[in-house]
């Protein structure tokens, strides 16, 4: 453009804007309603000057030269819409007074304007008071902070990008509020009310919200969490999609799985254990492991399907339920959280932020609460249960900052009828969230917890069983948070770190009356000669633990623009340690209890720990097609595990198709480090008699063994795998809110045992009584061959999990004073330990003059199906301050499919036990043609249960005022106990339990 045009355009623009300069109106405040229909920006204008009455000035050479532009619009801000729909590379808008002017981009853009702006604001209570160290949050950035001493709060976002931000405070109702570029240019004032069922709109459910961090989160928030009256975690991770909706059993672990029904028991076998492994918690970022866990017994000498010791509780000695209190190999124990001072919880069962690792098929994500708030005291009852709370956060004098403390104490007897096993859970938690400077923040926690095992003997019992299971903690951690310089290239630096000790004790105790027997201490390969033990005793097995674990993560975050948008890039770390002090394995050889005669004391100090490290690196953007956003937030992880790398792409996408509804698409892969447990599970002990000498005379008695030792320690052991694809789609509408997912998930990996074989020489010995009758003995220089086996931890379980998850809550429909939701999934698991199948029933018996001394088998395959609905009703009277919720909860089916096999072996085991595949089975092959073959089977499909069936719960909770909260709680209301003749046999089975009543009483002081 040469220098008269550029005059003429000058003028002319000046002129018009002085002529419109008369009569304006507040256009700013415009909101605007368009459909969307495909229109020019010419079109757009006319649109803008003729319907809404704004006053435009632009050549239209100019505006042209912008693309065509689609996107609809309801009761939008005008700003909001154009910052939406202009490329600002191509056209430069502003405002002059109330005229809007356009025009052609003539300058690039700074960089800076282009890739972020500071949103700064304050939280505040409805008496316009500030709330300090209010906590703030922004999904999209991944960022959490809290806010100043004044409830002020300031950062870095993406310029000309609307973000979702959520506030919440303890003892007021968290909001929500998604908000404009033009809003996010001013200091924003947030207001928050206090949590009360007098409020006109109150939610108590979970709810997908694919704007989170991963497309599959699901949300609790305070509210949700006070509203189920739970008692620990798992009373609300019951209200997941697939979950059933019962009540917790506090005398037994309970352990969390996500989108899988593998397994025959459906409940404690390995499928379910490995998925329950493999989901990880983190508390207010810092990981809660379970690796350094090792209260079991030898798996390499009792097998791997139920390697703990167990306890029985119950009423009366006929009737007694046996359960362990021990959880290694598998998940954190729900029981041991208690949910009083959680303010938040985000459920990931798909692909995580890249920020996340050392998990394969989930992440639990927990936030606690900080800032100042009145003492509060809250007790509980339900079936032998009862729970104390009590709690309080100060403001601390001269800018020391906030302090909050909780206590809790639960006693649960599942049978009260019955005084013999309780858990007792004590916790206390002390958090300090202190404003360093302008720029840094530091919080600081103390967590006490524990389980004092309320375990009795009674008297009654002859056998004088007994069970304990206790467990002390003492976790410490530190988040430190600093935001640079508005110029800096990074815009914040997070490190956070955590240090857990503690010692777990479990034990198991039975009178034992039988003969005398002989026992050795083996120290190492040789020849012993037993000592004897009288058979009369107390035994008692027990395992001590002092498991250690530590993490240190750190972050680095920045917003910068290239590739024609902004990047939210953020890099960080991870460490985590684990180790066992403990005295480990306990056993007594002169007072055995049911141990195998192939285990000894175990000390854990032996164990090496354990260092897995990793690194990511994540970008979160958005592109704009057909004019709607499209985000992405793209990952990388590098894991080092069990001594090898891993890598982990994730990704995921979200396409807004509307205001309203969005489709999501996510994949990833995600890797689960082993534990110590699974990596040193001990030595293996055997004992092979040589000489037996019976004698009355003890002193005359010779038990002569050959006694060896294998280590069935597992180093190599690599960490279990999953792949996840997600396809998604949700609608949100002010309180309607319909979301459906469908996934596939791949894991590999996973851990069980196989058998190995040992072979021994085993020299001969001969024996000849002397004068006093007592045996001498001496090797003959003949020598016997003697085989034996143990088994091995290995990574052998594969398991393909399809499934659709689908969540919908409406909005509350007045003239019922109700809202409802509904939860449902269907998952298919389809299941299989790759390690085959040996046939054989004792090595003894083996012939092993022949090349092949027994079969290999292809292992069984095996499909899960469920399909679990849950209906709630939530009925909300504000003016009376009363909330009353059903839940139903519907298992519509549980079906299996054992798939048939021939019976052929696919390989054998020569004499030297090595391993030889068979391709085509041949019945006349002069090498393995006389091994015994297994009847062929075929396919079997099953119910579990042979007829449909559901159960009704109630919740209903008042507040007497601000102060006071009385709730009340029953599960199976109608005493809906269905039952049904097993097939065959004369059982019957009794669907649902008794109906069980509860109550709590919730005061603020």
């Known amino acids: 453009m040469n220098i008269r045009s550029q005059v ?32 020019s920006v010419s079109e757009l204008i006319n649109i803008l000057q003729y319907r809404y009455q704004i006053n435009v000035i632009h050549l239209p050479q100019e505006v042209n030269a912008h693309p065509r532009i689609r996107r609809s619009a ?21 405002w002059q007074g109330n005229t809007l002017l356009i025009t052609r981009q003539t300058r690039a853009p700074k960089r800076q304007e282009l890739a972020k702006i500071k949103v700064q604001g304050q939280v505040r209570d409805e008496n316009n008071n500030p709330l300090p160290f209010a906590t703030v949050t922004v999904p999209e950035l991944q960022w959490r902070a809290n806010c100043d001493e004044q409830g002020n709060f300031s950062f870095a976002a993406p310029a000309h990008t ?3 931000l959520e506030f919440t405070y303890i003892g007021k109702q968290s909001l929500s509020t998604q908000l404009g570029p033009s809003v996010l240019k001013d200091k924003i004032s947030i207001v928050l009310k206090d949590a009360t069922l007098k409020l006109e709109s109150v939610d108590i459910d979970g709810n997908r919200d694919m704007r989170r961090s991963s497309n599959s989160s699901i949300i609790f928030d305070r509210e949700m969490i006070e509203n189920t009256q739970a008692i620990s975690l798992a009373d609300v991770l019951n209200m997941l999609p697939g979950k059933s909706v019962t009540e917790t059993n506090m005398a037994k672990t309970n352990m969390l799985t996500l989108r899988s029904v593998s397994g025959d028991s459906w409940d404690t076998d390995i499928f379910n254990r490995n998925n329950a492994f493999s989901v990880s918690y983190y508390m207010d970022g810092v990981q809660l492991s379970n690796n350094a866990n090792m209260q079991s017994l030898n798996p390499g000498a009792n097998g791997f399907l139920n390697p703990y010791i167990a306890g029985e509780y119950g009423l009366g000695l006929n009737n007694r339920n046996t359960t362990s209190g021990d959880n290694a190999y598998g998940g954190i124990d729900m029981r041991s959280i208690g949910v009083d001072n959680i303010e938040s919880i985000e459920v990931v069962s798909g692909v995580a932020s890249a920020k996340y690792g050392d998990y394969a098929d989930g992440a639990v994500i927990i936030n606690t609460q900080a800032g100042r708030s009145p003492w509060y005291f809250r007790t509980s009852f339900r079936k032998g249960t009862t729970q104390y709370s009590l709690g309080k956060g100060f403001l601390l004098p001269k ?6 403390i909780n206590g809790n104490y639960l006693l649960a007897n599942n049978d009260p009828r019955d005084n013999l096993k309780a858990y007792k859970r004590l916790t206390g938690s002390l958090t300090h969230t202190l404003q360093l400077n302008p720029r840094s923040k530091n919080n600081f926690s103390l967590t006490l917890s524990g389980n004092l095992d309320g375990a009795k003997e009674d008297l009654d019992d002859r056998a004088m069983r007994k069970s304990t299971f206790e467990y002390f903690n003492v976790s410490i951690t530190d988040r430190y948070q600093y935001t640079f310089a508005e110029k800096s290239w990074f815009d914040q630096f997070n490190i956070s770190a955590g240090l857990s000790a503690g010692r777990q004790y479990s034990s198991m105790q039975y009178l034992m009356n039988e003969e005398s027997f002989p026992y050795v201490d083996i120290k190492s390969p040789g020849i012993y000669e037993a000592q004897w033990a009288n058979g009369s005793y107390l035994g008692v097995t027990a395992i001590e633990g002092k498991p250690i674990t530590a993490n240190a993560n750190f ?14 890039l953020s890099i960080g770390g991870n460490a985590y340690y684990s180790a066992n002090k403990g005295r480990g394995q306990i056993i007594d050889l002169e007072r055995p209890l049911f141990s195998s005669s192939k285990e000894q004391s175990y000390n854990y100090k032996q164990v090496p720990s354990m260092l897995n490290t990793g690194l990511y690196l994540e970008d979160s953007f ?11 937030r793209l990952g990388m992880r590098a894991d080092h595990q069990a001594g090898a790398w891993n890598l982990s792409p994730r990704l995921n996408a979200r396409y807004e198709l509307s205001k309203t509804s969005s489709l999501g698409f996510a994949w990833g892969y995600a890797s689960k480090a082993p534990s110590l447990a699974h990596r040193y599970p001990g030595p293996v002990y055997f004992k092979i008699p040589v000489i037996d000498f019976p004698s009355d005379d003890p002193n005359l008695r010779l038990y002569l063994v050959y006694a060896d030792l294998a280590y069935a320690n597992n180093e190599n052991l690599k960490a279990t795998t999953s792949n996840m694809q997600e396809l998604s789609y949700q609608y949100r509408k002010g309180k309607t809110n319909f979301s459906l997912t469908a996934y596939r998930k791949v894991s590999s990996n996973g851990y069980s045992t196989k058998s190995i074989f040992k072979e021994w020489i085993i020299p001969q ?45 409406t909005p509350r429909i007045s003239w019922l004073a109700t809202s409802f939701t509904v939860s449902s999934g269907y998952t298919n698991s389809y299941y299989y330990d790759k390690s085959p199948y040996l046939n054989y029933v004792s090595l003894d018996g083996i012939d092993y003059s022949q090349e092949a001394i027994f079969g290999v088998f292809a292992p069984d395959n095996n499909r899960n199906q469920q399909i679990r609905a849950t209906l709630s009703s939530q009925t909300h009277i504000p003016s009376l301050a009363l909330m009353i919720n059903l839940v139903t ?6 079906h299996t499919t054992r798939y048939g096999k021939s019976g052929e072996p696919i390989g054998y085991y020569d004499n030297k036990f090595n391993f030889h595949p068979i391709e085509n089975y041949e019945p006349d092959n002069p090498i393995y043609g006389h091994l015994a073959v297994l009847g062929e089977t075929n396919t079997k499909n099953s119910e579990r249960h042979a007829i449909k069936y559901g159960n009704i719960h109630l919740r209903v909770s008042k507040d007497i005022n601000k102060k006071l909260r009385f709730s009340f709680n029953v599960y199976n209301m109608l005493n809906w106990r269905p039952s049904y003749i097993v097939p065959g046999t004369e059982n019957r089975v009794v669907l649902n339990a008794p109906p069980s009543f509860g109550g709590e009483i919730s005061l603020k002081l």
């Not at 819409?81 to 502003?94: G, I, Q, T």
């Open 8 to 39: 003429v355009r000058k003028s002319l623009l000046a002129a018009l804007l002085s002529i419109s300069i008369h009569g304006l109106s507040v256009a700013q405040q415009q909101k605007l309603t368009l459909d969307g229909d495909k229109r």
């Open 399 to 404: 800018k020391w900052g906030a302090l909050n």
């Open 162 to 164: 609307a973000l979702l």
């Open 622 to 632: 958005r592109y704009k097609i057909a004019e709607r956003p499209l985000y992405f």
């Open 74 to 94: 309801k009761n939008e801000n005008v700003n909001d819409y154009l910052h939406a729909v202009l490329d600002p590379n191509v056209l430069h808008w502003e």
């Open 889 to 894: 909860d519907f298992p519509l089916m549980t």
């Open 765 to 809: 010995y001969q024996y000849k009584l002397d004068g006093n009758g007592k045996p001498t003995y001496s090797p003959t220089g003949l020598a016997n061959k003697k085989t034996s086996s143990y088994s091995q931890i290995i990574n052998s379980l594969e398991s393909t999990n399809y499934g659709i998850e689908l969540m919908a809550t």
């Open 555 to 568: 972050s680095l975050s920045a917003l910068k623009p290239f590739l024609h948008t902004v990047h939210a």
